[in-house]
């Protein structure tokens, strides 16, 4: 076991060496920063101020740091999420074999699939860190903004939810939607990093990943798989906000994550196979 | 006793392209080996089977009795690697890449380390991040990676390309003193014919997948079937050397003997035909026409 976090070890050690690796968290941040710039504009805070108040609650209480940083995560992870989760999975093989790595790393005593394994759990750290990055610097900009306290005012019309909760309550929820919403995205990139396993160039491995996630997206929101759309990642990845609803639906979220552990797993089994069959020469 | 027993490897690539063709040899304990070729004749193809970088249709490679295609792991736990061209994280310094490709082998010890760097004389550059390294430098960190930890056997895939002549010649020192000190078993993968016959006790020569030959380095063995003939009676020589089957060659002087015929048999027969022979020495082949000998190129 010693021997497994020494290697991983390694593999994060050259993770957090690279420049590239940073861009996602910046981007984020200065994305956030925009977004609650935004928000700030009276037009906007109007619209909120509507929706809360037909509620028959009072917009000071609940437009609170985490109703904002809620906001501000929605949003953000949605537009920006994908990419840099695939741009660095998608990166994290075929990026190696296009630099020629590989004639130094594989000459090693170390088996393909152990390398392969190492490479997926450091991807899914990454996912988890960058998630969890988003999620609680999005909370201290509305800290920032509106300070420490108030209500939590949820809206999710993906899943039909609109809440209302008290500080306490409304920040444990939040705090552990956010750990669900590391283990979605960590669906999109065992998608990158099963193309990156292909013998092609990183650059493709990102695009054929956010590709499929676009497609299944757009599928979704046009309706056109209604019948079908459990066969559609988007429909169990949006199940953290779930985490949000009074009463948890624990079933459904077991169901749900369920079906993206077997996605997971296998986007691993099968970059594991590829990877194996290939010839590593140039 | 072969630590390293490659046997009847071979592999056709995707476009039906023969890499290699029931191509066996051993590589003895202490011995320096060279793998010798043409662009294409499947020296880094074996090299490649022999890391597991490749897989072959056929045949296998065992190293200290492991098979590499069964035991991938265990085999290379006894070798150290210089695979084509070493690139290392640019982005890293020398001691971070070293780092980062012990941690694979599951090894770490800094004093070694320091130690190697130190013995491929980049103990004062380790802190730099590789990308400002030259490539004479990036050579040397890449021997230092293989010999971390010491290997029992070192694999180099052409170890001196692109080097210059300062650099070859230091590196061939090193690998000499590698055998000498630490008693290294070493294959070395080249077409740098001058080189493989100043360092390797024994050859293989592939030719389009094909062993042409191994044994030991030609130059290093004298001749008992030709000689060099210096004569001022070149005519008279001739006529005699025709009589007795053999055959001397106009421009190189080279005599060579018919089977059963002995050197001093023939040098006694000029001499008793009235041949003043100024000199007769056995004919040492250089490597380079060996080579050319057995590929035909």
Known sequence: ?282 | MALLEVRNLTKRWRNDRLALDDVSFDLRQGEILGLLGHNGAGKSTVLGITLGMVRPDRGEVRICGDSVQQHRARALSHVGAIYEAAHFYDYLTGWQNLRVLCSLSGWWDETEARRILKLVNLGERANHKTKTYSHGMRQRLALAQALLPMPKCLLLDEPTDGLDPEGIREFREFVMKLRAEFGMTILINSHLLGEVELMCDRCVILKQGRKMYEGPVPSQEKSQSAFILQTRDVVKAREVISAAAATMDSVTSKVELPTHTLGHEMLKLLVESGVRVDSWQPYQPTLEEFYRQQTGL
């Open chain 1, 1 to 282: 076991m010693s021997l497994f976090f020494q290697q991983w070890q390694g593999e994060l050690l050259k993770l957090f060496a690279r420049r590239r690796t940073y861009i996602g968290f910046v981007a984020f941040l200065a994305l956030e920063i925009a977004i609650l710039i935004i928000f700030r504009l009276k037009g906007v805070e109007r619209v909120f101020e509507r929706m809360i108040a037909r509620q028959g609650m009072a917009f000071e209480q609940y437009y609170s740091a985490l109703t904002l940083a809620f906001m501000i995560l929605g949003i953000s992870v949605v537009l920006l999420g994908a990419i840099y989760l695939a741009l660095v999975a998608g990166d994290i093989v075929a990026k190696e074999g296009e630099d020629g790595h590989y004639r130094l790393l594989l000459v090693r005593p170390i088996s393909r699939s152990r390398l392969l394994l190492i490479k997926y759990l450091t991807c899914m750290g990454y996912t988890f860190v960058l998630i969890q990055f988003i999620t609680w610097s999005a909370f201290g900009l509305g800290l920032a903004l509106k300070g420490w306290g108030g209500g939590f005012f949820v809206m999710a019309p993906e899943i039909g939810l609109l809440s209302f909760y008290d500080w306490d309550f409304g920040l444990q929820r939040f705090a552990l939607a956010s750990l669900f919403l590391s283990c979605s995205m960590m669906t999109i990139s065992s998608i990158a990093f099963l193309f990156s396993c292909l013998p092609i160039k990183p650059a493709a491995a990102t695009i054929g990943a956010l590709s499929y996630f676009i497609i299944d997206r757009i599928l979704k929101e046009t309706g056109f798989m209604e019948n079908y759309d459990h066969l559609l990642l988007t429909k169990h990845i949006v199940s953290w906000t779930r985490l949000l609803v009074e009463d948890i639906p624990w079933p459904i979220i077991i169901r749900d994550y369920t079906a993206l552990a077997a996605v997971c797993l296998t986007c691993l089994i099968l970059g594991i196979a590829i990877f194996e069959s290939r010839d590593l020469k140039s």
